[in-house]
């Protein structure tokens, strides 16, 4: 290793080296300082070590002396700016020292505050601060912190000493101790020090200063920093920088304060200088809340009867204002900053783009347009797809105080509170009272749809984002908090058991659906609302759009509600819903339970007209937009009871013996039916059901035609691994159709498409688009089988995974990109290399998730589609993909 | 189209075109029989008109003139060899045609015979043949075999015509009509022919002949030959050629015979002439057994009293003998042969391979290599890896007669007979008294061991190749069919069901685990024996073999067995299974059971010893080859019980509450385990388990260390997704086994490896290498989740898939090569893309299944791992791999 050419940069108001384009040298935090220094905001100075000199470091020896010499020079640099010297007993000047790397990462070692204080040294900081209580206070911390992270000192050992002596002098708070306590404790610590780790406390500054930098580059090496950056594939040679700054305090006195701000108002979106701050405090006082921050302006502080910094202190105001007006020009967007001024002298801490609900989002971006800050596009990539569901689903009150129960998963987003129900009856009656429930179930079946559409929410303690309360759900835009496996349901005494609580019918709790938090009692929420910015900024993001945006809806009610949401077709509308209905669940039954082909294609063609119907609702709805149609794909089972009280109930109702039923029930069950007896292989086994589908759509379709409706059908066939499943159904559909259209003599453009969800359909996608007119990814199934992973079994141990960093993300939330995502890039650029028009899509969750978005549009897909409330959300993330 | 420049070929004695090199143009008959005739083995002599001719015929207009000019001219050459005359009145040719595609196809068209018939050459045919009954019964056959296969007419009509007349009759063979009765149905059926097709029955040859030309071009297009070609992926341009024949008869007299026979004895190899004839009588007339056939050789006659044809005619017999061994000199292999003397005259209709058993295979390899006939590698090839398991497990015998009930999966092989008993308290008691059984079980528990031990073969009714009843069957040798879906088992009434058969405790059935299949009552079975020649021929496949063999084995017992079978190693050991032991059982429930780490690591802590001793043993008795220990691998509630009784037995056992026993079995509950909480995912939850296994494995290792035995420990993690768990398990191995070196003070070399068995994993190959010493792949996951297809529930339609066309093979069995293969060979190329020297092999079933075997092999696998009976079938399957 070679002395690099450069490896300290200072950053001040006359002189800074570094910028923000220096990342990689500076750390992220180095190259932020850097930056405003050169805008010549005031911010306290300081010098960055560079990442370079991480690999210097080695535990057993010092760093070589060059660095060292080098470090000197820097802090004259600073004290010459600050007009303090390090280690003078008059005017010390005190410093921060922190670590830094290129991205921020866990492990790494975390701040140090007032370094430079010894015995003599404090003295003088309590002359000059004019407060011997603050110079003490500073120091005992200052020995807390540095013999914990620097000494690697346990540090519960001073904090049991502090403890002791407030128990002593029977004190409550800190704040309490008087001068000559914090003198003893400062003396008291240095001796516990020594005793436990047999060293000394370091008396110089500079001891101390290179024990904290030499720290810093040992925390790169940490364990937990290791094991990070193995799972995040981070370069080991990459190295942290270290940045040195120099102290400046908002609790020197009444000259003196601290506050945060932003440029603009975060929740609204106006553009208003927003903020709070505390005299004579530092920075956590403001956040701690044992004080009320004054607001800012002086507007602000009359509606609160308070005095506001721009009467307080006008000049610092003045300067306050001026500096966050070039912090927004020059950053193009709206700030969150951090100040103190330190004896009428006002410094910046941090600067960073601030944090604003979606609707002051639009507006902000919209305004920035109109100001011509931004362009289109820039103001694109400003508004997160994500938070425009605040906007359409009701969502908590953030101030709202609450109790956690517990957490399952957000099945189908929104907030709600409402009464306890177990049943769908109470539920119905509930609702016809006026009452608002809560529906909660171990999990829902098909019988319980009147009480989901009574219910305001639903809560069920199995089952995962995919099961029927998931799914009908997120169909019906209602919020659901699903498989809560801390609950427990025991319907016959009639209680919610979710650990300590024990809940009964008609008490109140509250359920974030966007979250899978479960509250106690009633949590406020917030209604949604949208206004003219939504329509103005969703037309701006339509325009740079590329890839088309459709809809999973299998009812017109859904399939108008997405339409409203600029939903462009239907990209999957699951015929296993229009089974689930009470008209027609027995009937569907009644095919199952079928004694050979006759039997059965009796029952078919009672459902025939039925769907026929389904699909002629559908085709005026969508009004000449694409609907694409999944035949029958779940196993036969998820038909049949569960229970034997309802197997005794269908058997009834549909005429047959609870013995036939139950063999029946017996002869269906799968080990495995995520993998089982589903999809097309329904159809290789049993063509007729498929032949009955493919008939009603047809039926549909020539009726529109007649009535000079224009159409676009594509049947969409399932789970299909192999080639010659396809050619066999798609021979059957193609037949099917073509009876239908000389029966009625009509004609009508179709597509006979599949799904892609299976790893072998992926893999061998060149041989199966050759007799397919069009491909859609169904990546929730193409996750399951890729990795192995059961989404309906995995909330018991996904947890772990996220947070041990194995995933980065719920992969059936967000796609996992180098795996499924190399099936899914293989898939299309197989298919295309068959057949080079394939349309090519993606349906599933998947096809809702902004980040998975932007990877669908890297891989050059067509379309995705995702459930109606997730339309704009999509629209957006694709939008913002294609600027990218 | 142009015309081609040859287009048909002619086959005879003097003058032959083809041979077997045309097999494209000629189709796989046209090419064999032209090689015949060029060995100058008397073959009827004819002509085959080449597939290029096929594109030119078209339904609606006549092949062209040329083609019927060229085929004019064949059919002279035939007639002046065979010194008859197509339609002549005194000498009439009579002709064969059939079709014949460069693969054979169906749905293609079948063989008209006795072609060239009609009112005035059947009196020829009379004349000539000396019978009458022999002309016009020939001529009756032709009329309704060609109305049937060329005029498409329904072959019934006539069927009843001609069993109608036999019941005026009062007869009951069709050879009981006499002359006149033959002419009349002549007629009638010509007038039937008419009413039903509205066309005369074609009465010159020359009409004859076009008709069914053109009914084999016609059948190239038939709706089922398109099928078949879409689903293997045969070429619509390839055609079918048509083979046009003349006629010979071993029915015409006294002097007229027809037989078949082998060059070998095809039951023991013997190099002697075998083989069975009947006088005056057509080929099918040997095989339908109503005449019993003569013995060809004086030998073999004598034994029997009979007279052989050596002795009836024996100028035709030494004919015959140099035929056989100018066949077997040219083929260089066993022959099985058809052959017809007509009036004294020897003509070969038929050469191929013979089939034979195992043992007669080894033998006619190794003989034939002393005769120098072939050289060891051909020798190698020559012998089916699959029937060398005739040699190790008893079969039924094929003589012997057998009343099926039904078929369930080949679970594990060999068959057997017994008494049925539901339980295994019945089975021990059983075997105490020396009696037979066969253990009947819905399915198999761990609890079932010593049953499944006292039985001689197992029989389930459901579950699947990979249920705890296969598996554990396999690893003994134990005949087992599982997943017998047709039966049913009620313990309550004690009786087995298998569709209309009530069985009960006592009954006799048998078992055949080849092919699954059971049968009423006891058939005789033959037992399994090797010779010499086994050895011989092993030790022979063994020089060529490049890809090492281990075996999969979790006892000392199968380890033992599996060496001395030629094991090289264990590939796979699935702890799993030691933990099903009655003594450990239970403590394995108590970890699961426990409250948290501290209560698990206790019942883990008993469990260290146990372990420990379990890979002791195992590495004693492979004294030095690799031992590739699989750490826990199936989701926990396996080992829980599946039933209440169980539930209530078991909660007493171990001293907990049935209550936190059902909850623990409720909470651990998975709607597909398959896809769950299992493999390394357990340790990633539970990290003390994988720890305890680890410290197990190198306790062993160290007390074998200190013995002086070598050893080579791999240690393989599974259902790796991601290599993020490989670096965190791989981590805690590693850890483990250095605290146990220097504990013990030991020092050893082992592996850490993973299971490539998710799709995943194969896709991302390159990232888990870093972190892997060796790969295995687990085809049988991979299958399962490349595919989504749960072995377990796949039986209800695995064999629609196969029948029709959709699968060649049951994937499970023989690796899917084009999907799963895919994930194979990506996996392992960029396996070794990261780590040029990485070891990859596989366990599983297909490491055991021969066509598996040579894909494994074109990939550049460094060995196969199979059950401990498969072992001798994977070596010789490998070496054919090398070989080829």
């Known amino acids: 290793m070679n002395k690099p050419e450069k490896f300290v940069y200072l950053f001040s108001e006359d ?66 700016r600050v007009n303090k010297k390090f280690g003078d007993a008059e005017n010390p000047l005190l410093v921060s020292v922190r670590s830094g790397a290129r991205v921020s990462m866990p492990g790494m070692m975390d701040t140090i505050l007032n370094l430079g204080l010894n015995d003599t040294t404090v003295q003088g900081l309590a002359t ?54 914090l003198k003893g404790l400062v003396k008291l610590f240095k001796n516990q020090v020594l005793d436990s780790t047999g060293k000394k406390f370091p008396e110089t500054p500079e001891e101390q200063l290179w024990g904290a930098i030499s720290a810093v580059f040992e925390s790169w090496n940490s364990d937990r920093a290791i094991t990070y950056r193995k799972l995040n594939d981070i370069d080991e040679s990459w190295g942290t920088a270290v940045n040195v700054q120099s102290m400046v305090f908002g609790n020197m006195g009444n000259d003196s304060a601290t506050g945060v701000a932003f440029t603009r108002n975060p929740s609204t979106g106006e553009k208003k200088f927003y903020g709070e701050f505390l005299i004579n405090a530092q920075g956590e006082d ?41 912090l927004e020009a020059h950053y193009k967007d709206m700030q969150d900053i951090e100040f103190t001024i330190e004896q009428n002298r006002l410094w910046m801490l941090q600067t960073r783009t601030g944090k604003r609900t979606a609707k002051a989002a639009l507006k902000i971006a919209c305004d920035m347009i109109d100001e011509n800050l931004i362009d289109e596009k820039e103001a694109i990539l400003r508004v997160s797809p994500e938070s425009l569901d605040q906007l359409l689903h009701p969502s908590l009150d953030p101030k709202a105080e609450r109790t956690k129960l517990t957490k399952g998963l957000p099945a189908s987003p929104g907030a709600v509170n409402g009464k306890i129900v177990f049943t769908s009856d109470d539920a119905e009656e509930a609702a016809k009272k006026g009452e608002e429930v809560i529906l909660v179930r171990t999990e829902t079946s098909p019988e319980d749809i009147s009480g989901m559409i009574a219910a305001k929410g639903i809560l069920t303690t199995r089952g995962g984002m995919t099961s029927h309360a998931a799914v009908v759900a997120r169909g019906m835009g209602k919020c659901c908090v699903a498989g809560c496996a801390e609950a427990n349901v025991d319907y016959t005494k009639g209680t919610l058991r979710i650990l300590n609580h024990e809940l009964h019918k008609g008490d109140v709790i509250t359920l974030d659906g966007s979250t899978g938090e479960v509250f106690l009692g009633e949590v406020a929420t917030i209604a949604p609302s949208v206004d003219g910015y939504f329509e103005r900024f969703m037309k701006m993001a339509d325009k740079y759009r590329t890839m088309g945006v459709r809809c999973n809806a299998d009812t017109p009610h859904d399939s108008e509600m997405a339409k409203s949401f600029g939903a462009e077709g239907i990209g999957l509308c699951r015929t296993e819903h229009m089974f689930f209905g009470p008209e027609r669940i027995n009937v569907v039954r009644e095919m199952i339970l079928a004694d050979g082909e006759l039997e059965r294609r009796k029952a078919l063609d009672l459902l025939l007209p039925m769907q026929k119907s389904d699909f002629y609702d559908l085709f005026k709805v969508m009004a000449g937009l694409p609907v694409t149609i999944r035949l029958l794909d779940p196993p036969l089972h998820e038909f049949l009871p569960h229970t034997e009280d309802e197997a005794v109930e269908i058997a009834a109702a549909i005429g047959v013996s609870i013995d036939k039923l139950n063999t029946k029930v017996k002869a269906l069950h799968e080990f495995n039916p995520m993998l089982g007896h589903r999809g097309c292989r329904l159809a290789i086994t049993y063509p007729e059901i498929y032949e009955m589908q493919a008939r009603a759509i047809a039926l549909a379709a020539a009726d529109c035609v007649k009535e000079g409706q224009t159409l676009i059908p594509e049947i969409m066939i399932p789970l299909i691994a192999t080639d010659k499943e396809l050619v066999i159904l798609r021979e059957l559909v193609e037949k099917t159709v073509k009876e239908v259209q000389s029966e009625t003599k009509t004609d009508f453009d179709y597509r006979i498409g599949t799904m892609i969800e299976l790893p072998r359909a992926a893999l061998t996608a060149d041989e199966i688009a050759k007799d397919a007119d069009f491909f859609s990814f169904g990546t929730n199934d193409l996750t399951q089988t890729g990795l192995g992973l059961s989404r309906d079994d995995a909330g018991k141990f996904l947890g772990t995974y996220v947070n041990s960093g194995v995933f980065e993300k719920d992969p059936f939330v967000s796609i996992d990109q180098r795996g499924v995502g190399k099936l899914v890039k293989m898939g299309t650029d197989l298919g295309r290399s068959a057949k080079n028009n394939l349309k090519v899509g993606v349906c599933g969750e998947h096809g809702g998730d902004p980040a998975s978005i932007e990877f669908f549009q890297s891989v050059g897909l067509d379309y995705v589609s995702c459930s109606p409330y997730r339309v704009p959300i999509a629209r957006l993330a694709a939008a913002q993909a294609a600027v990218k």
């Open 15 to 80: 002189k800074t080296d570094g910028d923000a384009s220096l990342r990689n040298a500076l750390g992220g935090k180095g190259a932020n300082l850097a930056e405003m220094s050169k805008l010549q905001v005031p911010v306290p100075p300081g010098f960055t070590i560079s990442t370079d000199i991480c690999a210097f470091y080695n535990k057993d020896t010092d760093l070589p002396d060059w660095v060292k010499a080098e470090v000197k020079n820097a802090l004259a640099e600073v004290e010459k």
């Open 128 to 181: 000059k601060s004019g407060s011997e209580r603050f110079a003490w206070d500073s120091y005992r911390r200052f020995i807390q912190m540095y013999s914990d992270v620097v000494m690697g000192m346990n540090h519960s050992l001073l904090d049991v000493a502090l403890e002791d002596l407030k128990a002593d002098r029977g004190l409550e708070n800190d704040s309490d101790l008087s001068v000559e306590d």
């Open 286 to 326: 403001v956040v701690a809340g044992i004080r009320t921050p004054q607001p800012i302006t002086k507007e602000e502080a009359s509606e609160k009867n308070m005095l506001s910094l721009e009467e307080a202190m006008p000049e610092a105001f003045q300067k306050l204002v001026e500096i966050y007006e070039k």
